[in-house]
């Protein structure tokens, strides 16, 4: 008996395990809440779905907010009346003192959203969101189709989708459009003074202990202020050996670790630094995987370094019917990878 | 390659202000720049590990000849063999080669000392799936 007889793809996996961080990592707590408030730029768009083709923009309204600030926006959406038969969009934006209360004939709908900024600092923007979608009842009048009203929390440059709806039953809106859509994207608004700065990181990959040398792997790129930089170390491997355990071979494990860091100057000279890391461990021959994720925002001196333990999987996946060598083999293997240590080292500093 | 690349390439292994970066830029992104970037490198730590010096007797033959105000640096050593990639870049391996058979030990680079140690704490900033 050898590792392998179960068949859950171990690659595939930690793929999969990736693309779920890089959506909920950033904004799970970490407990850093002295971090400078930030300015934030926030667009509504509204995206409609071609009847033949792609999703695209068809409009949108952005403006920057500070912590406090409340806007007010409307967007109404429908076929051009001079050039439907070329599903030629129009977008009505209202400017906020201004707000559209009837929805035109020529309008499928009319969006209107009121954004208010709770808070926001690095990777963290929080907002109160309450929207709805009016639409034009048969005496003419704006009746509410849908809407929704909650607290949000939204790492930078994330998007939400608000709405989505299906094009009104009308052959001219048919022939040209399958759906329509609204959402919210929110990105820091770089502080001009500082927006044309780089920051240099120097990354490594560590991994030590007992029962053999450590191994390390570096990582260095420049970016600019408050852009994300991603990073993908190349896989640690190593063999945890199952003697005593009847027909078992030594393991062959590998250790996958990835992320994204981004920092931003600020006026005093400090660095607040967010740094999102996943490490996965597998089988080489892909019988499970496991696989962890986390970010942690702080703030550094330029030049200061920081390390980040990234905890050692606790448990195997189990399946019916295993058998008891198998198990004990896995515990085995777990007990080897909590015998050495995967951090990261982090160095940053402004790059003149 | 180009011996503008090779100079600008030199400064930036010094330490030195690269005094056209759009240069050093077309030497990195150019693989004989690149590969002429990793032969400084061995050379700076070759440098680095060899701490052998000449003997007394060198320096008062040498003294008449560089004047009293001169005297060997490291950095100086360093371009010496810089120039000395130059000549030898059609060869490439050659060096490390050389330095193979002569039995320098490369240092290992080492991540620096962390200040701080940041710990996940399992459920609550750290997330795991099992599959």
Known sequence: ????????????????????????GLTQGDGQEDLSPQKVHLELRSLATSASLATFPVGSMADDMAVG???????????DPDAAAACHTQVSISAPEVLQRD????????WEARLTLRSATLERIELDLAWKRLARGQDGKPNEAAG????????????????FVAVPKVPAWQSCYSNLALELEARIAEDPALADRRIGYDLWLVEEGPGGPSTTRRWQVTGKQGEAEEFRFETLRRSIQLSGIRGQ?????????????RSRMTSDGALEVAIQANRGDSLEHGSWSIGG?????????????????LPSPTE??????????ESEADQRILAGLRERTVSLVLTARPVE | MKEEWMVALSALVDGEEVADPALLSEALASAEGRAALLEFVRLRAAVRADDSCPRPEFYEKVRPAVGPARAWSSRGLLRGLAAAVVFVLGTAGLVDLGLRLRGV?????????ATRVLRFEPGVDWQTTTR
């Open chain 1, 148 to 163: 929704d009203s909650r607290k949000v929390t939204l790492g930078e440059g994330q998007r939400r989708l608000l709405d």
């Open chain 1, 69 to 79: 600030e409340s806007h007010v926006w409307s967007l109404t959406v429908g076929l």
């Open chain 1, 249 to 261: 071979t030594p393991a062959r494990v590998e250790t996958h670790v990835s992320g994204q860091v």
């Open chain 1, 293 to 309: 994720w986390g970010s942690k925002r702080v703030r550094v001196v330029p030049g200061e370094s920081i390390r980040l333990e």
């Open chain 1, 103 to 110: 929805v035109p004939d020529w309008a499928a709908h009319v």
């Open chain 2, 105 to 113: 030990k490369q240092p290992v680079e080492q991540p620096p000392r």
């Open chain 1, 1 to 24: 008996m050898k590792h392998g007889l179960r068949k859950t793809p171990g690659r595939g996996a930690i793929l999969a395990l990736g693309l779920v961080s890089l959506g909920a």
């Open chain 1, 316 to 325: 195997t996946p189990r399946h019916p019917g295993e058998l008891a060598a």
